[in-house]
């Protein structure tokens, strides 16, 4: 039992051990975080996107945007696309649950909005559609996903594939990845609004 706990915890160490020492890595969480703000700026949403736990991710940092993380100050556009249940359901039984998130981008993602979307193996159906119905509006397009980054890999604006493949492990990456871009895009753009 021991050996399951400490063999859990220093592998999610390793990993973002990993991730800190990848330069590359840490000047993509950069970009993002500038382009997100810049879209914020210019009075654009950020709409975020996942299956089972990466889509409760997704809704953990829609609402450290749209709630507070560390500041008191006003919201900002962000939601998770999953949270209308019935929308979700309808079109996943008259359509399919493939283009759950493709047809919402469809009806309210703007050019200029920011799709984030969220998925272990990068290769989420649905995730990838919604990525491309956004790319065909010029949204700009954040794919988080594992160590090969699976389709999503090269159909985003930005991709950040943490170095592993270990569904847990990558999960408690993308929300460290998340935090920092919520404390970025929160320090930058309340600061430079001030």
């Not at 039992?1 to 063999?7: L, P, Q, S």
């Not at 047809?103 to 649905?126: C, E, F, M, P």
Request: aromatic letters at 6%; hydrophobic letters at 40%; a negative charge.
């Amino acid at each position: 039992m021991n050996e399951i706990i400490t063999n859990s915890i220093r592998q999610s160490i390793l990993t973002k051990q990993k991730l800190s020492e990848d330069t590359e890595t840490l000047n993509k969480i950069e970009a993002i975080a500038d382009a997100v703000v810049q879209a914020l700026k210019n009075h654009h949403r950020i709409y975020f996107c996942g299956n089972g736990g990466s889509a409760a991710d997704a809704q953990h940092l829609a609402a450290e945007l749209s709630g507070r993380f560390y500041t008191d100050r006003p919201a900002l556009p962000a939601e998770a696309l999953h949270c209308n249940t019935s929308y979700l359901t309808a079109v996943a039984n008259d359509y399919s649950y493939d283009v759950v998130y493709q047809r919402l981008i469809a009806g309210i993602g703007q050019k200029g909005d920011v799709l984030i979307g969220l998925s272990t193996s990068g290769n989420s159906k649905n995730i990838i559609l919604a990525i491309e119905e956004a790319n065909k509006k010029n949204m700009i397009t954040i794919g988080l996903t594992g160590a090969k980054g699976g389709l999503l890999k090269n159909n985003c604006t930005f991709w950040i594939g943490v170095p592993s493949d270990d569904t847990p492990r990558i999960q408690e990456s993308h929300i460290l990845i998340g935090h920092i871009l919520c404390q970025l895009i929160e320090v930058n753009y309340f600061n430079s609004n001030s």
